[in-house]
């Protein structure tokens, strides 16, 4: 994203927004979040980034965005599976919960200290 004056460029805002469905609050949050979980949890997010980078990059996305696009839309991925969890869905399948449950589990260990 090309800043001057720190302003940032409309078209590139507009396409970053077009291509992600989010808003800058909600990539605020996003990011928040993100920072929140652990490093397990982290990598699991870059993975999925890595998938999302090469659907962003088949569908013709500008070079400037598509690191962060595919950032983003991983962490959204992640984090609606989160409040999939949280919500009373009955129309989940057990499979659905079970790979839900197990990113829980990465998600609630602990980082140890270094000595």
């Known amino acids: ?3 001057k004056n720190n302003i940032v ?5 507009s396409s970053l927004e077009f291509h992600t469905k989010l808003s800058k609050e909600q990539r605020r949050t996003l990011i928040n979040w993100f920072n ?5 949890f982290q990598i699991l997010i870059f993975d999925e980034q890595k998938k999302q980078f090469f659907k962003l990059k088949n569908d013709g996305i500008d070079k400037k ?6 950032y983003l839309l991983a962490i959204k991925h992640f984090y609606d599976k989160e409040q999939l969890l949280k919500s009373k869905n009955k129309s989940q399948t057990l499979s659905e919960f079970g790979s839900i449950a197990k990113l829980e589990r990465i998600k609630l260990k602990k980082e140890k200290p270094k000595p």
């Open 1 to 3: 994203m090309e800043q």
């Open 9 to 13: 460029d409309s078209v590139t805002l």
């Open 36 to 40: 929140k979980q652990n490093i397990e």
């Open 65 to 70: 965005l598509l690191s962060l696009a595919s």
